[in-house]
């Protein structure tokens, strides 16, 4: 009864892994539930026997991912230094990454999916919390020498970094491909981009180590 | 004959304003040169004679971008205050607002589409230079206190904030109208964030000036 149960759930899952792969080769618009059946070797009668619509599959890749990011943000309230900072920002650009197709048809898809719009507005104020509360936690290092709240505006911008550095990278060079030294190249300087913003309000000290990322490659 | 030649470019002038207006509204993707030509009210014969594909289409109205970002890029020149970064950031958000669908289906767009690719290189490219004319010259004017070339990764994030902070603004709110006073808000937020990447790098003055457009709107 245990594998009765479970193989429809393993199913399931690997529907969604073939997915979140097409999505991010294609671009989500060209890929369509026939291209997924046939890609899984499954009928299309299967397929829509676990998810009767594209917009279901697109909405549980996106639970995923929220779950990825609901596991990553904690740490933010553990970032004293820049050396913390940069090891949080760059796990965030990976899991960006990893459901990189999200964020290429970010407008389409909003404007076709009514869940997703409210899914990602509580995704990006989540992201403004985990990005305060880093902030924060610089400034209680003595890291960062402004008050997070004299910040204004910088902690919207390091939001929008997030959001979007992974697609500037693509527009500066569409033709990189995707394996993994490229992935680290494009993450790395988002994360020394995002470090970047804060140069000016950082103690000498860590500012000093910020530069040294970019000279040795994070 | 003047009129005779000139009708042909008054329709071709036509056609790319109307098919503007129709890639903005709907997305490039979902307008086909059936609609143009129905929304035009010319036959789909007359549509091919000007532009034999949508691709052309989507070519001329960058070719029409890139003239307007040409002639805004000489003014970074005279930047020396952030009042003159003000006015300079503000009226290039507004003209890439008049050609928002390119961004909003950007990463689609150069995916498919070989010559906008390496337009969009070039077009970056012109982007990252007049910003780094305008760094200079606010260095030059006294407002920056720190060298352009010490600024590191800093002109790269302006660029990646002028490419999508639109982009983003949809995404925090896809509802928003797209009347005059939510473009004027939009446009104002972008100026804003991308002034306040410069803050702690600002002489105590020209930091003061800031903090007062933030308070009082632009």
Redo the contacts between chains.
């Keep these: 009864m245990a594998t009765s149960s479970k193989k429809p759930r393993r199913t399931a899952q690997r529907i969604l892994e073939v997915t979140l792969d097409l999505f991010n080769r294609f671009?989500e618009?060209n890929v369509s539930t026939n291209l997924i059946s046939s890609e899984l070797g499954i009928s299309p009668g299967n397929l829509y026997y676990h998810y009767p619509a594209k917009e279901q599959l697109i909405n549980a890749i996106l639970a995923e991912f929220e779950i990825a990011l609901a596991e990553l943000a904690p740490q933010a309230q553990d970032v004293r230094h820049v050396d913390d900072a940069r090891i949080f920002f760059r796990a965030w650009f990976e899991a960006s990454w990893r459901y990189r197709f999200l964020y290429?048809?970010?407008?389409?898809l909003?404007?076709k999916n009514r869940h997703l719009?409210q899914q990602?507005?509580h995704l990006?104020r989540h992201k403004q919390q985990a990005v305060e509360t880093l902030l924060k936690g610089l400034h209680q290092g003595g890291a960062l020498k402004?008050e997070p709240q004299a910040l204004?505006?910088?902690s919207?911008?390091l939001v929008?970094?997030l959001?979007?550095?992974l697609?500037?990278e693509?527009?500066?060079n569409?033709?990189r491909t995707a394996d993994a030294s490229d992935v680290n190249h494009m993450v790395h300087n988002g994360t020394?981009?995002s470090l970047?913003?804060?140069?000016?309000?950082l103690s000498d000290e860590q500012r000093h180590r910020l530069?040294s990322f970019?000279d040795t490659g994070i």
Tied chains: 1, 2.
């Design positions: 671009g618009p290429r048809d970010l407008s389409d909003l404007s719009e990602f507005r990006l402004t204004g505006a910088l919207t911008t929008m970094m959001t979007y550095w697609n500037f693509f527009v500066r569409p033709r020394l981009h970047q913003l804060l140069s000016g309000h530069r970019s």
